[in-house]
């Protein structure tokens, strides 16, 4: 199971850890590996960020295989774009991971969906994307269903 963030309601350092620990059966009940992408009511200062990798046992960014799927989860919490760090990762993380077969990128705050609406693709994250054959992108933080197909 992939999230999308905000698995919890955040904002308040103090509380953090309890949200979690409050929050933690809900997916342990499952019985399946769960991968969190961090969302703005996840991770919104330094202590949040230690607090959400240590409940998820997860990097804020990162990526994992299931079979021939290759999965590369990017931070943007706390901003609505990805930052130049982020878009080296996933530049690296695509060039490693070429021949997996289809590609998935998660991230909580959709910067790419306004561009995409008004038919641009000279956005760089969308150029990345065409140039390693990322198949889907999937994000959060709209609380609503948005489905978009392009090349």
């Given amino acids: 199971m992939v999230t999308v963030g905000d698995t919890i309601q955040g904002g308040s350092d103090s509380a953090a850890q309890a949200e979690w620990i409050a929050v933690r059966p809900t997916w342990v009940r499952l019985h399946l590996p769960v991968y969190f992408t ?3 009511h996840d991770i919104w200062s330094e202590k949040s960020r230690a607090i959400y990798e240590k409940q998820t046992g997860r990097a804020s960014s990162y990526s994992f295989d299931y079979q021939n799927a290759h999965f590369t989860i990017l931070d943007n919490s706390e901003s609505m774009q990805l930052s130049r760090g982020q878009m080296q990762f ?4 695509l060039q490693a991971n070429g021949a ?3 590609k998935f990128v998660f991230f909580h705050q959709p910067f790419w969906l306004i561009p995409l ?3 641009s693709t000279d956005l ?3 150029q990345m994307m065409r140039k390693y054959g990322v198949n889907y992108v999937i994000s959060g933080h709209l609380h609503q269903y948005v489905r978009m197909e392009r090349d």
Avoid: A, V
């Fill in 100 to 102: 997996r077969e289809p």
């Fill in 38 to 40: 961090p969302g703005n």
């Fill in 90 to 93: 996933l530049e690296r993380d």
């Fill in 117 to 119: 609406m008004l038919q």
């Fill in 124 to 126: 760089p994250f969308h």
